[in-house]
């Protein structure tokens, strides 16, 4: 038996005790979770190629017409990470003291033996269904192509971060040296890590089950995909490897973000302009759709998490 | 020993920030300093466009925003930057935020070069009009340094300096129907020697968006029938000729233009080069005023000013726009080095544009077919025009005024993002793996964190009891 699908039994147990009925509609829900990150839907035995949990990336309207336009010319990498960013010195201010701000390293370090690649390889990316991603990173939520997530590639169940974070510090500290801190997080990390293609389905049934608690009814849908990204908690994925437009199957807004260019539009058919700042908003907004339009990528509002779509 | 409270220290700080996109995570804290930074502390996050503070319940999502495009933190030589208030760090993650302005636009349009005979471009030798200083002028020179001093005067990690950009006096806001045409003849002389004159088709279509979107501006403004005699005005009849321009910007005149009863009048010329064919009163009302700033991103700055508005040196390959501009005085107006009455006239035309919309919205009276054909309608407009005009620019310039390092860092903004597009591939980044844990640390962990961190992966014939983690 898989790690994770011991997790989920364990969970269930605590969830459940000795009270069959919860057991059952627990189990009953925990396959109803899994299919629908498989693909699948309620009643359905196939798996619906477009349905799903996907890797998503969130990206700010300002940075999507140069993401487009590297795509377009055939630039590597056309999505940049933080290395990336690093290299061209993209940084306002100084940079940090020497031994200053070494956080991201730490976690990175840690979470090297998981993926086997050089620490500046990894593109950080999150496990959605319906949703929007992650929207604290950007207000265009790009959904990666199936093929762009070898099915070997890792997820673990939370943001990596939290290792830094209590309980874990408070127990990883009582460690003497930064070296066997160290080995108790990558330790730690690979606990709550599994396979995209084999484990993420459980891992997202034991994260919904467990944030949801004990219940006697059946999940709906929306509640599913709500549970598996939760506004700051999300199933993090360690794709290996940039992608470019090509790698997009489409770019999710949010019915929120919507209903603000809405807003900021209708003001401006008032007798009170709007500030620069929501103008200058919108107009990226604009800007960005066109060029992911222009790019042949799909552009959906997510109305609702109930939506099995991409 | 100093209660945290009272330490003065304890400030607002950046833990990552993304400067073009305006969003940014905060937290109050003391600098993080050579110790890993403690995440189990309350964090708030903004973005644009209203900038709400929205709390979070730990550092973790906004350090795990730098494996994007967040930066982590913000340092100055001196230290960690800090502000004094909430209010302070979302006002500067605001105004970074503006500084970057307009490179969602492709940039203004046209290639600079000769025509026919080696005229045309530069070589159109108009120049520039005069634009005498006068009181509107001199009383924004006067808030800006204002501005200035209060720069000047404020200090790091103290409450920024709460600045008021009042209203210059109705006697002066008279002056603005003349900054706003010189402005506009400013920008209609940089089309014209923009004009694709060895272009193709498409260079001219893509041109005569922008030339018929400056021509309609012009006419909401009010401002249409005197920029254009201003500038026909400026061709010496001598060195150039009507006939000649019409060779020279045959590509955008009909064809049998010369059958036309005033092809003979450079401000025919303009004219069909900038409004007439497009010439519609029904289309004068925005319908839609979200396109006016990818209109405004679009005017290209006069030349010989531009370079002051520049972003990112030899990466910055779009031309400054209006918008441009405007997104500069909004950010930082302090920094602007060597700005002219030019700089304020376009920074009031940026203004008109937004505002010009809603006035005629609230009352027809104020369109252009009446104010064009009656005087006191006409001065009522300019009057309401220039005092909504520099109410709403007053509105978006810096509300405070930071210590002159931080003002410096917003200047630098555009400048840093404009390498993305040329950003290449990091080099690898290979440090040897920490090691397995040890048992007995193993089981430490498994004893403090249970069942989530135990391997709980089964081993073929290892018995479930054997999988279990140690008691806690």
Redesign the interface.
Same mark, same amino acid.
């Given at each position: 038996? &898989?790690?994770w699908k011991?997790?989920v039994e364990?969970a269930i147990d605590r969830l459940t005790g000795d009270h069959q009925s919860l057991r059952r509609f627990a189990e009953a829900n925990v396959a109803a979770i899994e299919s629908a990150l498989e693909g699948k839907g309620p009643d359905d035995k196939a798996r619906d190629p477009r349905a799903g949990a996907r890797a998503v990336?969130n990206?700010?309207?300002?940075?999507v017409?140069?993401f487009c336009?590297?795509s377009r010319n055939r630039?590597?990498?056309a999505y940049?990470?933080?290395?990336?960013?690093?290299?061209?010195?993209?940084?306002?201010? &100084?940079?940090?003291?020497k031994?200053?701000?070494?956080?991201?390293e730490?976690v990175?370090?840690?979470l090297?033996?998981l993926h086997g690649q050089?620490?500046?390889?990894?593109y950080?990316a999150a496990a959605e269904l319906n949703g929007a991603g992650?929207r604290?990173?950007?207000?265009v939520c790009l959904v990666l192509k199936r093929d762009e997530v070898p099915p070997e590639t890792k997820a673990i169940d939370r943001?990596?971060?939290?290792v830094? =974070?209590?309980?874990?510090?408070?127990?990883?500290e009582?460690?003497p040296d930064h070296? =066997?801190q160290?080995?108790? =997080? =990558?330790?730690?990390l690979?606990?709550?890590s599994g396979s995209f293609d084999n484990d993420l389905k459980t891992m997202g049934a034991v994260k919904v089950l467990v944030t949801t608690g004990e219940r006697d009814r059946r999940f709906s849908t929306g509640q599913i995909s709500g549970g598996v990204l939760d506004d700051?908690d999300y199933i993090e994925i360690l794709k290996i490897g &940039?992608f470019d437009t090509n790698g997009v199957e489409a770019a999710r807004l949010s019915a929120a973000e919507v209903a603000?260019e809405g807003h900021?539009?209708q003001r401006?058919?008032?007798?009170?302009?709007?500030?620069?700042?929501?103008?200058?908003?919108?107009?990226?907004r604009?800007?960005?759709t066109q060029a992911l339009a222009d790019a042949g990528i799909d552009i959906v509002v997510v109305a609702t998490l109930g939506r099995v779509k991409s | 020993m100093v209660a945290e409270d009272e330490n003065p220290e304890l400030l607002w700080r950046i833990d990552s920030w993304d400067s073009a996109a305006g969003r940014a995570f905060l937290s109050r804290r003391l600098p993080d300093g050579d110790q890993d930074p403690q995440l189990d502390q309350s964090a708030v996050f903004v973005a644009p466009p209203f900038f709400q503070p929205e709390p979070l319940a730990s550092r973790a999502p906004g350090l795990g925003a730098t494996r994007g495009t967040f930066q982590a933190g913000l340092f100055l030589a001196a230290g960690e930057v800090g502000f004094a208030t909430l209010d302070d760090a979302i006002a500067f993650i605001r105004r970074g935020y503006k500084a970057q302005g307009a490179d969602p636009f492709s940039g203004a349009p046209g290639v600079r070069g000769s025509g026919p005979e080696g005229r045309g471009g530069p070589a159109l030798a108009i120049r520039l009009p005069e634009l005498p200083r006068g009181p509107l002028d001199d009383a924004i020179a006067g808030v800006v340094m204002q501005f200035s001093k209060c720069v000047g005067e404020a200090k790091l990690g103290q409450t920024a300096i709460r600045v008021k950009w009042d209203a210059p006096a109705p006697a002066a806001l008279q002056q603005m129907r003349g900054m706003l045409a010189a402005a506009g003849q400013a920008l209609v002389i940089e089309m014209l020697e923009c004009f694709p004159f060895k272009g193709s088709t498409a260079d001219f279509i893509a041109w005569s968006a922008v030339a018929h979107s400056l021509g309609m501006q012009l006419s909401r403004l009010g401002l249409w029938f005197d920029v254009k005699d201003a500038v026909a005005g400026m061709f010496d009849p001598d060195k150039l000729p009507a006939k000649v321009l019409a060779e020279m910007f045959a590509l955008g005149l009909p064809q049998g233009f010369e059958k036309d009863p005033d092809h003979d009048k450079p401000w025919r010329i303009i004219e069909l080069l900038f409004l007439r064919p497009h010439w519609a009163p029904w289309d004068l009302q925005r319908a839609d005023g979200a396109d006016l700033y990818s209109e405004l991103g679009r005017y290209p700055l006069p030349l010989a000013m531009a370079e002051r508005y520049r972003a990112g040196g030899k990466f910055g390959r779009n031309d400054p726009t209006v918008l441009t501009l405007m997104s500069r005085w909004f950010s930082h107006p302090a920094g602007i080095a060597d700005a002219a009455v030019l700089d304020r006239a376009l920074l009031l035309f940026g203004g008109a544009c937004v505002t010009v919309g809603a006035l005629q919205r609230d009352n027809p009276a104020y369109r252009p077919w009446w104010v064009d054909q009656n005087a006191r309608l006409l001065q009522e407009f300019e009057g309401r025009l220039a005092q909504d005009t520099w109410a709403w620019i007053a509105a978006q310039l810096p509300d405070r005024a930071f210590h002159s390092d931080l003002e410096q860092l917003l200047r630098t903004i555009p400048h840093v993002w404009a390498q993305v597009a040329e950003a290449q591939a990091s080099d690898d980044v290979k440090r040897p793996w920490p090691e397995e844990l040890k048992d007995h640390d193993t089981l430490m962990l498994e004893n403090e964190l249970g069942d989530v961190i135990a391997d709980l992966e089964a081993q073929p014939g290892q018995a479930d009891d054997q999988r279990k983690p140690a008691a806690a």
């Open positions: 038996m &898989s790690k011991t997790k364990r990336v990206i700010a309207s300002v940075h017409p140069t336009q590297r630039q590597h990498p940049l990470n933080s290395y990336d960013l690093g290299k061209t010195k993209v940084r306002v201010g &100084s940079d940090p003291p031994d200053h701000w070494k956080s991201r730490i990175d370090h840690a090297a033996p050089p620490m500046n390889k990894v950080y992650i604290f990173y950007g207000d943001n990596s971060y939290d830094l =974070r209590a309980p874990f510090s408070n127990t990883v009582k460690l070296p =066997r160290q080995a108790a =997080r =990558r330790h730690i690979s606990a709550l700051e &940039s603000l900021v539009e401006m058919q008032s007798r009170h302009p709007p500030s620069h700042e929501a103008r200058q908003w919108l107009t990226e604009r800007a960005a | -």
